[in-house]
Nanobody, 121 residues
Framework: VQLQASGGGLVQAGGSLRLSCAAS????????MGWFRQAPGKEREFVAT????????SYADSVKGRFTISRDNAKNTVYLQMNSLKPEDTAAYYC???????????????WGQGTQVTVSS
């Protein structure tokens, strides 16, 4: 699976962004999809994940209630709607594809390139 993330940018605190991750190659609907982020000098951290059918989702506590993950299997795309953004959300955001519904980055088989999100105070 090849993954292409987009939608990052510069936004003021309290604003919103929607990230997209387009997949090609293997059957997108076979995979759970996740979003992770990595700030400079920090490890990659889990943000959100959705099962292949969207029947299950999971969020990091730091984004719960502000971010929403969704997918459109017909378009081979997963989204991350980010509302009420905070400066601490600043990071490079990565999408990943996994054979299992998981929060662990090591369980993801495929990764897209990062898309930078910068939230100014």
């Amino acid at each position: 699976v090849q993954l292409q993330a987009s939608g990052g940018g510069l936004v003021q605190a309290g604003g919103s962004l929607r990230l997209s991750c387009a997949a090609s190659g293997r059957t997108f609907s076979n995979y759970a999809m996740g979003w992770f982020r990595q700030a400079p000098g920090k490890e990659r951290e889990f943000v959100a994940t959705t099962s292949w059918s969207s029947s299950a989702t999971s969020y990091a506590d730091s984004v719960k209630g502000r971010f929403t993950i969704s997918r459109d299997n017909a378009k081979n795309t997963v989204y991350l709607q980010m509302n009420s953004l905070k400066p601490e959300d600043t990071a490079a955001y990565y999408c990943g594809a996994s054979n299992m519904f998981t929060r662990f980055a090591s369980h993801y088989n495929y990764w897209g390139q990062g898309t930078q999100v910068t939230v100014s105070s």
